[in-house]
């Protein structure tokens, strides 16, 4: 048998003599396996704490998901539905219309977390 590097002759070893290059089939036939590359993906962002974010100061999960133009506007409209409903406190409708606001914020939070982690571990690329 001869190594495959430098063309020594070697018999019934592991490894070649003269550059020390492994020698395929040496080992009296038993099988190598060959390790293949395995990526292993994680979970980029908490759709949990996305939820609490956006729970705490609407808007914060968007940003921290990395919707930041999303997650600015919701901020603003936010401040604008509260002062509203502040400045009207008489008028339900903008008081309802905010609690309504509130959780689907935290509901659209949740869902870009989610969203952000399937494409993610599905391409392997950060969506956006």
Do not use: H
Not at 73 to 79: Q, S, T
Request: charged content about 15%; overall charge neutral; proline content about 2%.
């Amino acid at each position: 048998m001869f190594c495959s590097r430098c063309g020594n002759e070697v018999e019934n070893q592991a490894f070649c003599d003269k550059c020390g290059n492994r020698i395929d089939g040496a080992d009296g036939g038993a099988t190598q396996q060959t390790q293949q590359r395995q990526e292993v993906y994680r979970r980029d962002k908490s759709d949990g704490l996305a939820a609490v974010l956006s729970l705490l100061i609407p808007g914060a999960g968007q940003i921290y998901v990395g919707k930041i133009g999303r997650g600015i506007g919701l901020l603003v409209l936010a401040i604008v539905i509260a002062s509203l409903a502040l400045l009207f406190f008489w008028l339900i409708v903008p008081l309802i219309f905010y609690v309504i606001f509130w959780i689907w914020n935290i509901f659209d939070a949740y869902n870009l977390a989610k969203e952000y982690n399937t494409l993610l571990e599905t391409t392997g690329n950060r969506p956006w």
